[in-house]
């Protein structure tokens, strides 16, 4: 018995030394030194199990070593080298594990409003783009898999993740600089390179510059889903979800609507019950054969719009073309 206990004595301190022994290799390779410097040039908070990852990914993303191609219209398809550039890090990342399961991303700050103003906003698009819309895009996907998700208005990119995490093709469309920048790193740790491409746009009625000649170019110009829709030669699902501006998307469209490719338009449809822009896109919508549905678990129902109007519909809204 004494001889029986020493033995799993034994054991449990040479697993100890060992765990030490792996942990310390680890922060070797992670270069403490350029850690160090990581965290007095930024205001790095890491939360969550993921912490020693994140950290690991900083320092590859700095050397150079993780590359996430990101899109732009030029007259042409070109790749953008500066809007990822590892060399510019933002001033604070985080990462966290959303309610449907471990799916690390990262978002990029410049301080503590900043910072709450992102924890706020996460928790939003956990709750906007919620888990039965999610679970829809998914099945759908899973059924039809020649199918690509076009995510227009990606932010930090939960769904474009999700999905992409699944095996799906990806098409990431996104505006602002840093939700970009965070969706590269996003990207890499999730090693989906392969299944998802970004595109760094705004995407509306029609192509044109956001500021004034001989500034300094902040944004990319706007360009129409249909450039977007030209890189996938797939059916695609289109998620649109631009911050109030979904009607100009659709309405910048010749081919979304018209193409049989297009097999489902999933629209954030709150800021436009009762109004003129809801009433412009219903037009649309039906003209070209679109009709509504509401979420039903991972499936919808049809939506009657003359029993009820579009004022009282769901914040999100699906319009599925008639077979």
Known sequence: MVSSRFLRSGRCITYGLSVLLVLSVVFIFLDESKVSQIRQRLRINV????????????????????????????????????????????????????????????????????????????????????????????????????????????????????????????????????????????????????????????????????????????????????????????NVLVKIDTDGSEHTVILGSKLLLMSKRTRAIVIAWETHKGQKSGEDMLSLFNAWGFHPHAFRGSGSVRLDTKARTPSFWPSDVIFLPVE
């Open 47 to 234: 939360t969550g199990s993921g912490s020693l990852m994140i950290l690991g990914r900083v320092n590859q993303m700095l050397d150079g070593s993780e590359k996430v191609k990101v899109l732009q219209w030029s007259g042409q398809w070109v790749e953008n080298f500066e809007v990822c550039d590892s060399s510019h890090p933002p001033a604070s990342v985080v990462s966290y594990r959303l309610y449907s399961g471990k799916l690390p991303f990262v978002l990029y700050g410049v301080g503590n409003s900043e910072d709450e103003s992102l924890y706020r906003k996460m928790s939003e698009l956990s709750y906007r783009f919620s888990m039965k819309v999610d679970d829809f895009i998914s099945m759908y996907l899973e059924n039809y898999p020649r199918t690509t998700f076009v995510d227009i208005g990606a932010s930090v990119g939960v769904t474009s993740l999700r999905m992409a995490r699944k095996g799906h093709h990806v098409i990431s469309v996104e505006s602002d600089r840093e939700n970009i920048r965070g969706l590269c790193m996003s990207v890499a740790e999730n090693k989906v390179m392969e299944n998802m491409t970004i595109v760094y746009h705004s995407v509306g009625i029609e192509d044109f510059t956001s500021v004034l000649p001989g500034e300094q170019k902040a944004e990319p110009h706007t360009i129409t889903v249909d450039k977007v829709l030209s890189l996938s030669n797939r």
